[in-house]
């Protein structure tokens, strides 16, 4: 049968495979399942609407507040303060009212339905190939090591790199893990209740923006509800203008307490922009001088001007996960190998390479991670948001405790490393308390992650890769390994 | 000649798919190589162009760090912070961004142009000796996976695929 392959090996050594795209005719088998897109199975613990198009945190109530404060602010403010102004002094101030309310709009929603910049989680593949590389460095037995970091050298400076557990990937310089969205987000700020969404790489100029334009819009409407209060005192007192007009009293009590903590935290961004800093860098201290007098920032461009153009007017990444793809089922349907080996656009899933190219590695990516995904970290979850409701960021103890990353007499030491909160070290102390429930459920992590190679059922990367490895590849039998369980069952008793 | 595996030779599909399979079985992937991003730039995309050691029998050296360097420079044309990024930046800005909803942004050309010198690589370079380069996007922006190739020898009989491989063989 393969008389003729066996010749063109021998001139050439290896079969070419073939790039060009398959035929349109791929499927003999009809699709029994409708094709799911990519979101409907994303690892992390993020929000869906409109198909995909908007991604937002699991918790948005803090989110609806936010929307219906500015709403129903600017809304008093047009209806009834507007028309006194614009009649006694100028109708400019409705227009620029008018402008800045929907710039402020624009950005907010901008900022809460985007990506942040998550990192999709690594292919069985990668982590297995990281966990062999470990197991070389360390030499190690099997027995899960010390939690994992590799140190580079940036500009001069050197940085640890973190091995996330939960992603299964060594997480980029300035990228962290959330908690509450269970993600690894490059670049990571902070995350923002009142946005319902992590603030990363590709929205961070959205929420400078907002709140920035969020400022200017309280401090408007603060002067002209005073100067609408006060020109009407004039005319007929102080207390009949409050009679006349008490939707007055409520916008300027609103904006009041919001102007100095939107005031505030757009100053705090101003200088963090400026400085080219995350806020968890910033409370972290890792670039203060106080830390040891070669102690630099190694992502400043070094010049004011030159941080903020790049942090305001840089390129925008595109959205490394796909939300919108289509899901390539790894029933066997996709063995038509052509498809596997062919298609990488950028629409196609990995999957599809995977499905193709060995159907024992078709192990979903999703069902690792589902294991490793939401226990540990459910339990945080409500002792934290509640903490910090009365205000904004500011004294929010948000975004991410440690994630799985660190074993428990380590954790407490995390925790301050971690939480990216806006200059309220006596927050810091919330942690600790806080980090225990956490630290136990990071014992069973150890235990989900399938280290050992082939001692997991069908979720061992390890042990795919080493059966492959083997030759044990019956392409006879590829067609019968339909259930993850039965994949998992045969390839235990091929090894 | 190192001949691509023919389309549609026959014009019995079933024939095709079935042949076309056998050549895949015939192809098995033996491994994966992962070539990491290289930080010590900052967080711009770099990769490493350390030559992997697995790689050694398969390809040469010069090629491979070509391919790096290549796919390097595109990703610091697409990063690169100056005069046209602030330009459209600027731009978007002012137009509340909707202007993104019939432009692209110059990233995400930059990554077509990616895409498209990732398929030519493959299918000049790296196709013929067996190996296959993904996308760096496709993982997250994270790797270069090149997934090595071993012919595999023999796999189950099937009746058409030595007239297929009669045909591809020189």
């Not at chain 1, 309310?101 to 929603?109: A, I, N, P, Q």
């Amino acid at each position: 049968m393969h008389l003729g392959v066996s010749e063109s090996m021998r001139e050439c050594e290896y079969s070419q495979i073939s790039t060009r795209s398959s035929t349109p005719m791929e499927t003999p088998y009809k699709k029994r399942t409708p094709k799911k897109r990519k979101w409907e199975s994303f690892p992390g613990r993020n929000k869906f609407y409109c198909d995909g198009r908007i991604m937002m945190a699991k918790q948005t109530g803090v989110f609806y507040l936010t929307l219906v404060l500015i709403l129903v602010t600017c809304g008093l403010f047009f209806t009834f303060d507007c028309p006194f102004l614009a009649l006694r002094l100028t109708p400019v101030i409705p227009v620029i009212g008018g402008v800045l309310f929907v710039f402020v709009l624009g950005t907010l929603l901008r900022t809460s339905f985007s990506d942040p910049g998550v990192l999709p989680r690594a292919t069985p593949d990668e982590a297995a190939d990281l966990e062999r590389q470990i197991d070389v460095a360390n030499g190690s037995t099997g027995y899960r090591p010390p939690p994992r970091t590799k140190e580079v050298v940036i500009n001069g400076q050197t940085v640890k790199l973190k091995y996330c557990f939960t992603c299964k990937i060594f997480r980029p310089p300035r990228a962290s893990h959330c908690s509450l969205c269970d993600n690894c987000v490059e670049r990571f700020d902070h995350h923002c209740p009142w946005v319902g969404n992590c603030v990363g790489r590709r929205n961070y100029r959205f929420f400078y923006m907002f709140i920035l334009s969020l400022s200017f819009l309280t401090i408007f409407i603060f002067a002209f509800v005073i100067t609408h209060i006060i020109l009407r005192s004039h005319q007929s007192g102080f207390l009949n203008a409050l009679k006349d007009s008490p939707a007055s009293v409520l916008e300027v009590v609103v904006c009041f307490f919001s102007v100095w903590s939107i005031v505030g935290l757009s100053g705090f961004h101003t200088y963090l922009i400026s400085s080219n800093q995350t806020t968890n860098e910033d409370i972290k201290g890792s670039w203060s001088s106080k830390r040891g007098k070669d102690n630099y920032n190694p992502y400043s461009h070094g010049n004011i001007f030159t941080n903020c153009c790049a942090a305001l007017c840089g390129p925008l990444p595109p959205s490394l996960i796909d939300r919108r793809g289509y899901v390539q089922s790894d029933t066997p349907q996709m063995a038509p190998p052509t498809n596997g080996i062919t298609m990488y656009g950028a629409t196609q899933s990995q999957q599809s390479h995977m499905a193709a190219a060995t159907p024992l590695l078709q192990q979903q990516s999703s069902e690792p991670v589902i294991l490793t995904g939401s226990p540990e970290n459910g339990g945080s979850l409500p002792g934290r948001t509640s903490l910090g409701l009365g205000g904004p960021c500011t004294s929010l103890p948000l975004g991410q405790p440690t994630p799985p990353t660190s074993t428990p007499s380590l954790s407490i030491h995390e925790a301050t490393d971690m939480l990216p909160i806006h200059g309220h070290g006596h927050t810091l102390n919330h942690s600790h308390p806080l980090q225990e429930p956490i630290a136990h459920h990071h014992f069973l992590t150890p235990e989900e992650v399938p280290s050992p190679p082939g001692m997991l059922p069908c979720g061992s990367p390890l042990g795919h890769s080493h059966t492959v490895q083997a030759g044990f590849y019956n392409p006879a039998s590829q067609d019968s390994l339909h259930e993850d369980s039965v994949r998992g069952l045969v390839k235990l008793s091929s090894v | 000649m190192q001949g691509l595996v023919p389309a549609a030779t026959d014009g019995n599909m079933a024939t095709e798919f079935h042949n076309l399979q056998e050549l895949r079985h015939s192809a098995s992937l033996a491994n994966k190589v992962f070539i990491q991003r290289d930080y010590s730039e900052g967080t711009t995309c770099r990769f490493q162009t350390k030559f992997p050691s697995e790689l050694e029998s398969r390809i040469e050296r010069t090629l491979f760090e070509d391919t790096v360097k290549t796919l390097n420079n595109y990703y610091a044309e697409a990063e690169k912070i100056g005069g046209q990024s602030y330009l459209e930046g600027c731009l978007a800005c002012a137009t509340a961004y909707l202007i993104f909803l019939c432009m692209e942004t110059r990233y995400e050309k930059v990554l077509k142009k990616i895409a498209k010198y990732i398929q030519e690589q493959n299918e000049k370079i790296y196709a013929p000796r067996g190996l296959l380069i993904t996308d760096p996007i496709e993982r997250g922006m994270r790797v270069i996976e090149i997934s090595i190739y071993e012919d595999r020898g023999s796999s189950g009989s099937s009746s058409g695929s030595s007239s297929v491989s009669g045909s591809t063989a020189r």
